[in-house]
């Protein structure tokens, strides 16, 4: 099962080392993080699941920021997208997809 709260450590340090061009990691590691936190709609782990996924989600998480009164929430969950693909691809590199892949599952059960 994933631990979330100790990979958001390892994904600040993931992004400091991976993505130099981000001049604020731990405000990506909290974007990338949201849905974990707030129901949009549909489960954190499904939303990770695939690119496919990632774009089928961005629309309830734009109507998720519209119903709280953010001012541009087209534009801000495009950002947040682009911190999800940054997180997937941290839970690639450090193996830990299958975690992920089997928290989902458990979920159904």
């Known amino acids: 099962m994933l631990e979330i ?18 001049q604020h990691p731990a405000v990506t590691a909290k ?10 709609g549909t489960p954190f782990e499904t939303i990770l699941r695939d690119g ?10 734009m109507e998720h920021f519209r119903k709280v009164g953010r001012k541009n929430p087209e534009e801000e969950a495009a950002a947040y ?6 997180f997937r691809a941290f839970l690639e590199a450090s193996d830990r997809l299958g975690e992920l892949e089997t928290t989902e599952e458990q979920k159904e059960e």
Request: with cysteine.
């Open 5 to 22: 709260k100790g990979l958001r450590t390892e994904f600040i340090h993931y992004l400091e080392e991976n993505h130099p061009e981000d």
């Open 31 to 40: 974007n990338a993080l949201f849905a974990y936190y707030h129901d949009i």
């Open 52 to 61: 496919d996924s990632m774009l089928a989600a961005e629309p309830l998480l």
């Open 81 to 86: 997208r682009a911190c999800w693909e940054k």
